[in-house]
């Protein structure tokens, strides 16, 4: 099992930048597929990013494609979601999530979770 807490969330205005960082502790992170997801109020979780444990494969939600980049810091044994043009409709709680298996979109295939981040955008 490895831990996953994540962090970079906050309040910022529709257009900016901000990285979220998904830092692991007890196992080495590099060996797991990673995904992040998101949940607003009254709504269900919904995928947004996800990088193979190789780093070699990518996989993004079309709502958010051209605008994140997911990729690894392994030397820091973290994940990280680069997010750009943030839009009101990014605002969530955001989750990262990891595997030991193959790259998915689906959340209830990841065994471990953080805590979530919230990140909140205004126009």
């Known amino acids: 099992q490895v831990q996953l807490v994540e962090s970079g969330g906050g309040l910022v205005q529709a257009g900016v930048s901000l990285r979220l960082s998904c830092a692991a502790s007890?196992?080495?992170?590099?060996?797991?597929?990673v995904g992040w997801f998101r949940q607003a109020p009254g709504k269900e979780r919904e995928f947004v990013a996800a990088?193979?444990?190789?780093?070699?494969?990518?996989f993004y939600a079309d709502s958010v494609k051209g605008r994140f980049t997911i990729s690894r810091g392994n030397a820091e044994n973290t994940v990280f979601l680069q997010m750009n043009s943030l839009k009101p409709e990014d605002t969530a709680v955001y989750y990262c999530?990891?595997?030991?298996?193959?790259?998915?979109?689906?959340?209830?295939?990841?065994?471990?979770w953080g805590q979530g981040t919230q990140l909140t955008v205004s126009s």
């Open positions: 999530a990891a595997v030991q298996g193959p790259t998915s979109r689906v959340w209830e295939e990841y065994d471990d």
């Open positions: 007890g196992r080495t992170v590099s060996t797991y597929a």
């Open positions: 990088i193979s444990a190789s780093g070699g494969v990518t």
